[in-house]
């Protein structure tokens, strides 16, 4: 989507520190750019190191200020470590994006994997847990600031064949909510972002009759576009929202309004 950015939201972030975990693909990608298009100083924190530097090298070409993290957030040392990195690099960290996340294969509960099960429950939610455990502290440091953590439209609906991913997401509400209350009073907003299905990599293996029935989840009559994800997570992010806290916002293309 290359709508150009209203100039009223081209320094909204000037001044502030961002950190996009799974920064470097999809809908984190779309994040890094738009955050960096608005001023922001991004740390891309992705799986593989040569993928966040590719995209900070990107964002760095535009004339933003972008730094590349690899980061694996299921493992806790390795997410206090790029956070430390983000505020060393750039003297605070004000703003997260906890995005990094994974399909996981499709089977019924009753013969889903119980590795698979452990693994995107480890990177679905868990690292979400351990990112705001992270992150927190820093942003309270900094004095203030926000978390958006993407869900998914599954945060709320059930889907066949996807118990794991569908319980993390449900669960990354509920932490979400959770750790607003936590800390409203403390000038830290966090709330979660329900995407519809975007087409993005994560649905790389989703082709034909399976493409097409995803498509008609959707009264929209299409997947979504990462950059109407990271339109909904901006917001949420800046001051313009300075009265949300705690909330879950779909952007799903009509998926949850029937
Ligand atoms: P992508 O696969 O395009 O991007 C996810 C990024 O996260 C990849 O760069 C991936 O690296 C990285 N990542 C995966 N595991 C880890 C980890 N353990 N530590 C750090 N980085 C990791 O997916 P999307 O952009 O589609 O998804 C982003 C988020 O949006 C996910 O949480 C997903 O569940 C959610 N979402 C996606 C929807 C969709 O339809 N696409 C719908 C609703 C929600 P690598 O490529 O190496 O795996």
């Not at 994006?97 to 294969?105: C, D, E, M």
């Not at 709320?156 to 979400?176: C, D, I, M, Q």
């Amino acid at each position: 989507m290359s709508t150009p950015l209203p100039t009223a939201y081209e320094a909204e972030f000037a001044g502030k520190v961002a950190l996009v975990t799974g920064g470097a693909s999809g809908i984190g990608l779309a994040l890094s750019r738009r955050l960096a298009a608005s001023g922001a100083s991004v740390v891309v924190a992705d799986y593989h190191a040569d993928s966040a530097r590719k995209a900070a090298d990107e964002l760095r070409a535009t004339g933003a200020q972008a730094t590349a993290v690899a980061l694996d957030v299921t493992d806790p040392a390795s997410v206090e470590a790029g956070v430390r990195s983000a505020v060393d690099t750039f003297g605070a960290l004000h703003l997260a994006v906890n995005n990094a996340g994974i399909g996981g294969p499709s089977q019924p509960t009753g013969a889903y994997g119980v590795e698979d099960w452990d693994r995107v429950v480890a990177t679905n939610l868990s690292g979400v847990f351990y990112s705001m455990r992270y992150e927190l502290p820093a942003l309270l440091e900094a004095g203030g600031g926000a978390i958006v953590n993407i869900s998914s439209i599954l945060g709320t609906n059930g889907f066949a064949g996807s118990p794991a991913y569908v319980a993390a997401k449900h669960g990354v509400v509920g932490l979400t909510k959770t750790a607003a209350l936590e800390y409203a009073d403390r000038h830290i907003r966090i709330n979660a972002v329900g995407p519809g299905f975007i087409d993005t990599p994560l649905l790389r293996d989703t082709d034909g009759p399976a493409r097409d029935h995803l498509i008609s989840l959707h009264p929209a009559g299409r997947l979504g576009m990462s950059e109407e994800v990271a339109e909904l997570a901006a917001f949420l992010l800046s001051d313009r929202a300075s009265f949300i806290h705690g909330s879950y916002h779909l952007v799903d293309g009509g998926y949850s309004a029937s």
